[in-house]
C-alpha cells in the first residue's frame, strides 16, 4: 500500500489536467478489472462483473489542488492563480513543480525575509501577491512556460511511525488506493452485483467528473469515497474524526439514509472500527452531484480521516484505507443477491 500511495500521490493530476495520474491508475487497476477506458473528462472508469444487471458505482476523485500560471513578469517570476481550495498559509519558500509541454520545472514561492518585512506579511499571502520563482531568466521562461500551465506542490512522499503516510494529494489519491484495494477484495472474493470503480476529474474545482461519470455509468447505488478532517491540536471533537478510528460514514439530508445506516449495521457486524459525519446540509464532496444525476442515484459517502487537508504534508492512516476497503467491499457483498 506504501509504493501505491507513492506511486498515485507523486503523479502529476491538478485539476484539468490529470492525464498522468490517469495512466497510472489505468496501470494499477488494469489486473482487477474487465475492463478500463478513459473519457473525454479524464474519468478512470474501470468495470468488474456484471454490470447491466445490478451496479453499484464506487467513486474517488484523481484530482488535486494546485496553481495555473496566469503570467510572466519581466524578471522572470510566475503569476499564479489558486487551482481547487489551496491553503495559503503554507506556500510562502514552498517547492513547487511546474508542468509544462517540454517537461516539469523547479520552482519555489517567494517570501520576503523577516529583515525585510513589517509583520505584514506574516499573514496568508493574498493569491494575487504570490509568485513562483524558476531561477530562470526571463526569456527562458517564456521558452518553457506557458500560460495556463498548472503547478503542484514538490513533495517527497513518507511512511510515519504508527502505520502513517504523509504527502501531499493524499486528498484523494488515498481513496483511489483503497479503490484498487477494493477492486483486489472483489478479485480474491467475487461478489454477485457489478462494481463501477470510477476515478473522477475535477472535484476540487467542479465535480464535472463525478457528474459525467454518475450520468454514463447510472448506477443502482453509489458510494462516493473522499477524505475528510482527523482530529488535531485546536479542533474540537465533534468537528473531527479519529485518525486510525476507521471509516467516517456520513449522515446528511442529501445522502440515502438507508444505505448510510447499513454501511453502521455492517462495520458492527463485522467489527470494523467507523465514526460518524453528521453534517447538516451537502457533503463537499462528489456525492453532493452523484445523488442528483439524472432522476436521482441513491448514495451513501464514506471517507479517510486525514489531517493538514489542501497542504504538502497530508496525513492519513493505512490502517484506515485498509478498513475502509473491507467496509465497503462487505457492502458491496450484501447489497444484491442475485
Keep these: 500500500m506504501t509504493e501505491l500511495l507513492k506511486r498515485l500521490c ?30 473525454v473528462n479524464n474519468n478512470v472508469i474501470a468495470r468488474i462483473g456484471d454490470t447491466d444487471t445490478y451496479n453499484i458505482m464506487v467513486d474517488a476523485h ?3 489542488i494546485g496553481f495555473v500560471v496566469t503570467h510572466i513578469d519581466e524578471n522572470g517570476f510566475l503569476k499564479v492563480a489558486p487551482c481547487g481550495g489551496m491553503d495559503m498559509r503554507v506556500v510562502q519558500d514552498t517547492r513547487f513543480k511546474v508542468l509544462t509541454d517540454k517537461g516539469e520545472l523547479t520552482a519555489v514561492a517567494c517570501c520576503l525575509p523577516p529583515h525585510l518585512s ?22 527562458r521562461v517564456k521558452e518553457l512556460v506557458s500560460l495556463g500551465d498548472t503547478v503542484s506542490f514538490d513533495v517527497t512522499p ?27 477484495l472483489i478479485k480474491e472474493s467475487p461478489v454477485k452485483s457489478g462494481v463501477t470503480l470510477a476515478f473522477t ?18 448506477p443502482d447505488e453509489a458510494i462516493a469515497v473522499d477524505v475528510s478532517f482527523a482530529a488535531q491540536g485546536g479542533v474540537a471533537e465533534y468537528e473531527s474524526g479519529k485518525l486510525g478510528g476507521g471509516a467516517m460514514i456520513c449522515i446528511s439530508p442529501v445522502l440515502s439514509r438507508k444505505m448510510s445506516y447499513r454501511f453502521i449495521e455492517l462495520a458492527k ?17 462528489n456525492g453532493d452531484k452523484i445523488t442528483v444525476t439524472k432522476s436521482g442515484i441513491p448514495t451513501a459517502v464514506v471517507s479517510i480521516p486525514q489531517r493538514n487537508m489542501h497542504t504538502g504534508a497530508e496525513i492519513v492512516s493505512l490502517d484506515d484505507i485498509e478498513n475502509t476497503a473491507q467496509l465497503i467491499y462487505e457492502y458491496i457483498k450484501a447489497a444484491y443477491n442475485g
Design 10 to 39: 507523486t503523479a502529476n493530476g491538478v485539476s484539468g489536467r490529470e492525464e498522468s495520474v490517469c495512466a497510472v491508475i489505468e496501470r494499477e487497476i488494469a489486473p482487477y478489472a474487465d475492463s478500463v477506458t478513459k473519457d
Design 158 to 184: 513518507a511512511r510515519l511511525l504508527n502505520d502513517r503516510f504523509t504527502c501531499c494529494s493524499t486528498d484523494d489519491r488515498s481513496c483511489c488506493a483503497l479503490l484498487i484495494r477494493l477492486a483486489q
Design 62 to 64: 484523481l484530482d488535486e
Design 269 to 285: 457486524a463485522h467489527d470494523l472500527p467507523y465514526q460518524l459525519e453528521v453534517v447538516g446540509g451537502t457533503t463537499g464532496t
Design 201 to 218: 476529474s475535477q472535484e476540487e474545482t467542479y465535480g464535472k467528473g463525478a457528474q459525467t461519470a454518475a450520468f454514463s455509468v447510472t
Design 118 to 139: 513589517d509583520g505584514g506579511e506574516d499573514k496568508a499571502p493574498d493569491p494575487d501577491s504570490l509568485y513562483l520563482d524558476t531561477g530562470l531568466p526571463c526569456e
